[in-house]
């Protein structure tokens, strides 16, 4: 069967149409297509209602955006740390007692919290460069050393350093009559006029040796300069003296002094050598000389007893010779001759002059000599 060609183009438009119809959304109750759908943009609008909060909703959601945004760039709250107190200031106004460490609230804009170190801190007057921001955050600062003129108007160097301590109970005081460079306006000043007043009384040459008595009475001033302040701000811990730098031509003049005054030393410690030499000699000496003195008069002093003694024998001896002992004397004597006259008829008898004793026996044979003595 031969196909109409018009009837299959009419055919195949219609069908078209009606795909096209049935891929149009859907209309609701009022003839309008639904949210995401084709046709007008304020029909998907209308849904957004059920998804919007109210006037008074919306008012306090703004509200509770704004508190958390204040909280979070204003931090109406402080945490003090061990070591610090912290100053609230209302409207400006510092209040007296300052606040101990902990967790403290405030009211912004109307309020606000100052939180200031009461550790002791430490200035460090030296000619080296700055110490960096750790020394800083740990409370230790430097300034020039401090430059003086002596008594006769030479420059020295003072390094020195001070460690000193807020007073936290008068911190808020401290703070709102000096503000927060406090210690440059009360440590840095006193340090220098002390400093200054201290040194200028001596000549360039005494300051290294009279460094104690400089460094005691340097600490003994600044302590009584502190004390003059109102409301007693600061307390001063210690003030060490750690070096004099002197003039070139001082330290010159002090060498050769200190080189003269090793060379004295060196000669008198030779002298007192050689004197304590010739002492020990002398010493000796005089100990040898002593010792014979001692021993020749123990010698003389022997002689002496024994010649008293023979002496005092002697004169007992003489003492107990009478005339009637004598005689006695003289007849045993003669007892002895008559005994020898019986061996030996030949020998003569000399009798001393006045019958005294011994007498003289003479042997006529032998011509032998003998003597007899009694005592």
């Known amino acids: 069967m031969p196909i109409d060609l018009n009837e299959h183009l009419k ?30 943009n304020f029909d998907g609008f209308n849904n957004l209602n059920n998804f919007v909060p109210s006037g008074k909703k919306l008012t306090i959601l703004v509200i509770f955006i704004a508190i958390i945004l ?3 760039i204003e931090r109406p709250f402080v945490i003090i740390n061990s070591g610090e ?35 002791v801190r430490t ?32 420059t020295v160097s003072i390094e020195l350093t001070v460690q000193y301590q807020l007073n936290d109970a008068n911190a808020p005081l401290t703070i709102a009559v000096y503000g927060i460079s406090w210690e440059q306006k009360i440590i840095n000043p006193v340090v220098r006029d002390v400093v200054r007043s201290v040194v200028g009384r001596y000549p360039a040459e ?32 210690s003030v060490q003296l750690r070096e004099i730098v002197l003039p070139e ?58 010649a008293k003694a023979q002496s005092q024998a002697n004169k007992l001896i003489a003492d107990s010779l009478s005339q009637r002992l004598l005689e006695l004397r003289q007849i045993e004597v003669q007892g002895k001759f008559n005994e020898a006259l019986k061996e030996n008829n030949n020998a003569q008898i000399f009798l001393a002059p006045g019958g005294s004793v011994p007498n003289i026996w003479v042997d006529s044979k032998s011509k032998r000599q003998s003597t007899v003595g009694a005592q």
């Not at 149009?24 to 109750?29: D, I, L, Y």
């Not at 030296?126 to 921001?133: F, I, L, N, V």
């Not at 003129?149 to 030479?154: H, N």
């Open 123 to 154: 200035i460090n007057f030296s000619r080296t460069e700055d110490m960096g921001a750790i020394a800083k955050n740990q409370g230790i600062f430097r300034n020039d050393a401090i430059s003086v003129l002596d008594s006769r108007g030479l």
């Open 249 to 306: 031509k001082i330290k010159a003049q002090i060498e050769q002094v200190q080189v003269a005054r090793q060379e004295a030393e060196r000669v008198r410690y030779e002298v007192d050598r050689a004197k304590q030499e010739a002492e020990k000699v002398a010493a000796l000496a005089k100990g040898e000389a002593d010792a014979n003195r001692v021993k020749a008069q123990g010698v003389a002093d022997a002689i002496t007893i024994e």
């Open 70 to 72: 204040i909280l979070v």
């Open 85 to 119: 107190v912290g100053i609230k200031a209302t409207t400006g106004k510092y209040e007296p007692t300052p606040l101990q460490p902990g967790l403290h609230f405030f009211i912004p804009f109307f309020q606000e919290v100052i939180v200031v170190d009461t550790r």
């Open 11 to 40: 055919n195949k438009r219609a069908q078209m149409n009606n795909d096209n119809k049935s891929s149009e959304p859907k209309r609701n109750n009022n003839n309008k297509p639904p949210f995401g759908g084709g046709g007008s």
């Open 206 to 237: 005494e300051l290294p040796t009279k460094r104690d008595d400089i460094a005691k009475e340097i600490a003994i001033n600044m302590e009584a300069e502190i004390r003059k302040f109102k409301n007693d701000p600061v307390t001063l811990t």
